[in-house]
Structures are given as structure tokens and as C-alpha cells.
């Protein structure tokens, strides 16, 4: 599966042959426009991402989280310090 920013449609990682020739795209944002998109608002992240009223989880490629929204610590039941940094699998 082919990863793309959904701004720029520039590739997230470097696709080998073989998901070059897959036609499964899903998308992300690129450190570029994120850092565009979040410039454009005065807010903080926190309280910019606590506006949607979905689960919202920032993952950094390691991946582990970067951080969560309201939504998302009030679905998993846990507070920012008990998730922030965890990986995938609970790390
Ligand atoms: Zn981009």
C-alpha cells in the first residue's frame, strides 16, 4: 500500500517495486504541510486538535504517539502522560 500526503500527494516513504505497483493508496499529512496547516492557527495543538469531536491520535513514525485529543483520552480512558510516547503496541 502506497502512502501519500493527502496536501501535496508527495510519497510519505519510500515505496519499494513492489507497492509501486499496488493500487491500495492510503494518506497522511508530510511534516511540510503539517507544519503549514498548524502555522496557520494561533492556537495551540492541543486545543486545535481538541476541536474535532472524533478520536484523534498524532503518531510519529517511530510510531509511537506523539500526543491525543480530549476524545481520544476519554475513549481509551487514560490521561496524556500514560499515553504520550507509547508505541503500537502498548510500549
Ligand atoms: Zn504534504
Redesign the pocket.
Known amino acids: 500500500m502506497r502512502k501519500i500526503?493527502a496536501?501535496?500527494n508527495?510519497p510519505l516513504s519510500t515505496a519499494s517495486e513492489k507497492d509501486e505497483r499496488q493500487h491500495q493508496v492510503t494518506h497522511g499529512?508530510?511534516v511540510?504541510?503539517a507544519q503549514s496547516l498548524l502555522a496557520r492557527y494561533p492556537a495551540s495543538l492541543g486545543s486545535f486538535l481538541d476541536r474535532p469531536p472524533a478520536p484523534v491520535l498524532v503518531i510519529e513514525p517511530e510510531p509511537r504517539v506523539f500526543t491525543a485529543n480530549e476524545a481520544a483520552r476519554l475513549l481509551l480512558g487514560k490521561e496524556l502522560p500514560a499515553i504520550e510516547g507509547r508505541g503500537g503496541a502498548g510500549t
Open positions: 500526503c496536501w501535496c508527495r499529512i508530510c511540510r504541510c
